[in-house]
């Protein structure tokens, strides 16, 4: 009965390959965000979608390309991965019309090598 | 800018008290938040606090938001092993209540080493 859960929970690849990361939250929300937690514990929004629609791209380099099938995921699509972007990302989802509690997944552990 | 600033690290004796400090950078923000995170896991909310209010009282938990300094604490009475955690404070710059544009703008975390 896990609220938001992500897959994979650690992922190494080689830089220049292309991965993705799938986001699934049962809590009915309307509003799912990605954020990237880098070495240091800085945590920094990415995207966040509101039914399936993007909301918010925070300067993000088009390398990163979110997809909203339906509102209960977002995935996060990497192409040509970089060392700089390994970091722990997390993905979290909130109801509109709360005080937006945002209820975050597990993370996915990035390496890129 | 967006700049939320933390101490980065707190340590203190089991049962204790732990005051971890937090300064934020937009005063439209309308709700703060206090998060915690395990070693390992996801971020869980502990606690909120509506822009309009001074302190905020949650079982050991008292939040503090001192509105003119944009200054908010966190208090934990009576620190347990178990609080040991790296904590975050975070702000909802936009004023729309509720809406999705409600991106969290996170501080830099405080680790909370609680000795036995």
């Known amino acids: 009965d896990t609220a938001v859960s992500q897959t994979p929970k650690y992922l190494v690849t080689q830089m220049g390959n292309d991965k993705s990361i799938k986001c699934e939250q049962n809590?009915?929300?309307?509003?799912m965000y990605w954020y990237k937690q880098d070495s240091k514990k800085f945590l920094k929004i990415m995207f966040s979608y509101n039914n399936k629609e993007l909301i918010i791209n925070e300067t993000v380099p088009n390398r990163f390309s979110p997809k909203s099938p339906d509102k209960a995921h977002l995935n996060l699509h990497i192409n040509s991965l970089e060392l700089g972007d390994s970091a722990v990302y997390f993905c979290?989802?909130?109801?509109?019309?709360?005080?937006?509690?945002?209820?975050f997944g597990p993370g996915t552990r990035l390496t890129v090598l | 800018g967006e700049d939320v600033e933390q101490s980065l690290f707190l340590s203190v004796r089991e049962g204790d008290s732990s005051v971890i400090n937090c300064t934020y950078t937009d005063s439209s923000s309308t709700y703060l938040y206090w998060y915690k995170q395990e070693p390992g896991a996801g971020l869980q909310l502990l606690t909120y606090?509506?822009?309009?209010?001074d302190m905020k009282q949650d079982q050991r938990l008292t939040v503090l938001l001192n509105k003119k300094d944009k200054h908010l604490s966190l208090r934990i009475a009576d620190t347990q092993t178990g609080d040991s955690a790296i904590y975050f404070c975070?702000?909802?710059?936009?004023?729309?209540?509720?809406?999705?544009?409600?991106?969290?703008?996170f501080g830099t975390g405080t680790l909370l080493a609680v000795q036995p």
């Open positions: 606090i509506f822009s309009n209010m």
């Open positions: 809590l009915g929300h309307d509003t």
């Open positions: 979290a989802s909130s109801q509109p019309g709360h005080y937006n509690e945002q209820f």
């Open positions: 975070a702000e909802s710059p936009n004023p729309y209540y509720g809406g999705a544009t409600n991106k969290l703008i």
